[in-house]
């Protein structure tokens, strides 16, 4: 009864909202996260133009404009430079652009860094006095700034919210509303769910109403103008003639149609591998392109030269790690411990030792967690700073890993995961690697329930690798190491 009271008072108001009958300006995800980066780059070229403008001689303003079309590489490199630090500092998380105060306090340490880096490029950047450079970031500031709060405060109005209706009201569309809820709630609108089972009809699931079956399907979308129809059906294979021709129907009226992976993939930046059923290509490529045939013997070039380099600086820093680790606490520098690779192949992963000696205790595997009381002093700074992990260059001249990858797990815990999360073996498809997506993006994890998350990450990056995604990841992971977030 109390169920049908608050669908009585809830479903009206859904469908007498003030909205102006605009469809054409409701923003999908990726057209929000290009705007942004579009104005970004021309508030900062404006920034430099304005600045370049009042060092320039009044009386000859020819000069100016000839020196601007001159040398267009000053505002390809600063729009590029920018571009890469927004992605760093999650500048382009919805979720933060949303946000007037995080989304300008953002723009502003992105601006710090951008200006900092960009006059030490010679030949591309402008020869920028100290008096230049102040001038070029107070305008930076003030202009990213306001557009930033200018967009967090008109852009999450209704007329631009993408409206969208959930096809089914079971686990993976519930998942789908919450991370809709939690990533982009001023960007999304859930208007409620559509179900056929008889048995939800006038329920409430996760705060919004079941409105009807698939026969009301296209009669609910057009009554709540509906823009996107997303399928929230874990066995697409199994959907029903009613459904699919309700589907077809709001297809034909412009509708657009996504489903639940697709959506949840682009919102959250996980694979949804609980909600997939069998569908395994939604996981794996299932064969390689030219262009990623390329850019595997790319990366494997680059990963046998950093770690060749990263090895020679590491020499000149091991004797003081050496003295530092071996006066706090006894015991070996370094260990080995088995790891499962690529193919499910058991190989050595090499570390600095961080816990103190015969920290597992008959041998036996234990999760480790983010305060452990058995790393020691110096093996806590090591953690922080990632510096435990260096000696894993070997793996990488060795073929065992890659620089960035999954991270591999020990065979007891991959022979316990492998039988309670569906499609975990899928990480083994690619090298494992010393820092990764799941690395930079979710705490450190000691529970099925964490590896649950960090599969899904693991699983997005393999979907998505690509050179820009290796060195978005590197440049994360640099700066936890600078900023002693590591663990």
Request: positive net charge; contains cysteine; aromatic residues 10%.
């Amino acid at each position: 009864m109390a169920e049908s009271t608050l669908i009585q008072k809830v479903a009206p108001q859904l469908g007498s909202r003030a909205r102006i009958p605009l469809p054409s300006l409701s923003l999908a995800i990726s057209e929000r996260r290009l705007l942004l980066g579009v104005v970004d780059s021309l508030a900062l070229n404006a920034a430099l133009l304005l600045t370049l403008l009042l060092h320039s001689n009044p009386d000859r303003w020819d000069e100016w404009l000839a020196q601007v079309i001159s040398h267009p590489e000053w505002f390809l490199l600063l729009t590029l430079l920018w571009l890469a630090t927004m992605s760093v500092f999650e500048g382009y998380y919805l979720k933060v652009a949303s946000n007037a105060f995080i989304s300008a306090y953002t723009a502003v340490k992105a601006v710090a860094v951008t200006l900092l880096v960009y006059p030490f490029i010679p030949y591309l950047s402008p020869p920028l006095l100290p008096s230049h450079l102040a001038w070029l970031l107070l305008f930076a500031v003030g202009f990213v700034t306001a557009w930033r709060i200018f967009y967090a405060s008109v852009f999450v109005q209704p007329v631009f919210q993408r409206w969208a209706l959930v096809v089914g009201a079971g686990q993976a569309g519930i998942a789908l509303v919450r991370a809709l809820q939690t990533e982009m709630s001023s960007d999304y609108q859930v208007c409620g769910f559509i179900d056929d089972d008889p048995a939800k009809q006038a329920t409430v699931v996760e705060g919004l109403p079941v409105l009807g079956t698939s026969q009301d399907l296209l009669s609910i979308a057009r009554r709540e103008r509906i823009d996107e129809v997303i399928l929230a059906v874990t066995h697409v294979h199994t959907m029903g003639e009613p459904l699919f021709q309700a589907v077809m129907d709001c297809h034909e009226q412009g509708i657009r149609i996504a489903t639940m992976p697709d959506v949840y993939e682009s919102v959250s930046g996980r694979v949804a591998v609980e909600h997939l059923g069998r569908r395994f290509h939604l996981i794996l490529p299932v064969y390689l392109s030219p262009t990623q045939r390329i850019y595997e013997v790319l990366k494997r070039f680059f990963d046998v030269v950093i770690a060749a380099l990263g090895l020679a600086v590491f020499a000149a820093f091991l004797p003081f790690i050496i003295v530092a680790t071996r006066l706090d606490s006894r015991g070996p520098v370094f260990y080995a411990q088995e790891r499962v690779g690529q193919g499910g192949r058991i190989f050595k992963l090499l570390k600095l030792r961080s816990m103190i000696d015969g920290a597992e205790q008959n041998g036996q595997a234990v999760w480790a967690t983010a305060n452990d009381a058995r790393i020691t002093r110096v093996g806590r700074f090591l953690r922080r700073t990632r510096l435990d992990e260096i000696p894993q260059l070997v793996n990488v001249l060795k073929g065992e890993m890659s620089l960035i990858g999954p991270r591999p797990e020990r065979p007891q815990f991959v022979a316990e995961l492998s039988e309670r999360i569906p499609f975990y073996r899928a990480r083994h498809a690619v090298r494992p690697g010393i820092t990764g997506w799941a690395q930079v993006k979710y705490h450190y994890g000691n529970s099925v329930e964490d590896a649950l998350v960090k599969l899904q990450y693991d699983l997005y990056y393999i979907k998505r690798r690509s050179i820009y995604l290796d060195l978005l990841i590197a440049a994360k992971t640099i700066l936890v190491m600078l900023s002693f977030q590591g663990t």
